[in-house]
């Protein structure tokens, strides 16, 4: 059993599809991360990170597939209530699984219609060029994030994670596809795994802002896998991850600290043991007012004074 405290205080000014356009006009870049539970979408939230996807990437680090697509829209939907119920600015993005939007467009319709009103998304991420699914949630008051280039959910038409865009020909294509999505509605997109060179040109000719992943430094923001920015990944990283932490080392050590302790006697001490009040010597009731009588007296406390827009 563990306590969670909720966060308090007054909201931050939230993030909207409108703020990160405007976060372009004004040549500020914006950071953008994947999550997909509460405890780290909290974290990320309160490091003043501007985006957070809940990324299909979870299908892999969260579930051990091999690749994105086994995912589920149920369970990309569980993930994504757990990550909005952290979050008090980041804008949030739910990116439809593979099958979720590969169908009749009333399909892809009603499904990103669960994201929303099932899990609090913000937005919805849906890779390649679906111009006219673009279109049709854009009418359906849906912000769509894009997504082209190196698209997971293609792993078998590309044979394998290759990066795009690499002749003259498929940069012209993606080029159309980028504009083509930005004219059917969608608020930003995604570019991942191209040349920097195609990015900057797509960066450069769009309003709507680009987030990079693999894509050089000159896209309007950057994202990254939580996973791979904190080596929780078990494999070699991309060229384009740079690791700012090492959470396998740390939790790696605090579990075998753990079990050694266990394995000594050493935890738990007497301190963080509950013990009898001295009432119970003389009789058998329960003291209500006993420090001991409640499992975390200051959470309880604090839950009471809790509230959230
Ligand atoms: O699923 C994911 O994590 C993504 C990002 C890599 C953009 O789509």
Known sequence: MSLTQLPAGAPATKV???????????????????????STARLVDEAGIDLLLVGDSLAMVVLGHE???????????????????????????????????????????ANAVRFVKEAGAEAVKIEGARVELVRALTEAEIPVVGHLGLTPQSVHRMGGYRVQARTAEAMRQLRADARALARAGAGALVLEGIPREVAAAITAELEIPTIGIGAGPDCDGQ???????????????????????????????????????????AFPSDQESYHLPKSAFAAPAVDSDDADAVVNRDALQDFGEFSRP
């Not at 086994?70 to 209530?81: G, K, N, P, S």
């Not at 990254?224 to 991309?238: E, I, K």
């Not at 690791?243 to 605090?254: T, V």
């Open 223 to 265: 994202i990254l896998v939580f996973h791979d920015l904190v080596n929780l990944t078990f494999a070699p990283p991309a060229k384009f991850v740079r690791r700012y932490g090492d959470a396998a080392a740390l939790l790696r050590s605090a579990i075998e600290h753990y079990r050694e302790d266990v394995e000594h006697r």
């Open 16 to 38: 909207t599809m409108p703020a990160l356009a405007e976060m372009k006009r004004q040549g500020k870049p914006i950071s953008a991360l994947t999550a997909y539970d509460y």
């Open 67 to 109: 690749n994105t697509l086994a995912v589920t829209t149920d369970e990309m939907l569980h993930h994504t209530r757990a990550v909005r119920r952290a979050v008090r600015r980041a804008l949030v993005v739910a990116d439809m699984p593979f099958g979720s939007y590969h169908g009749t467009l009333a399909e892809g319709l």
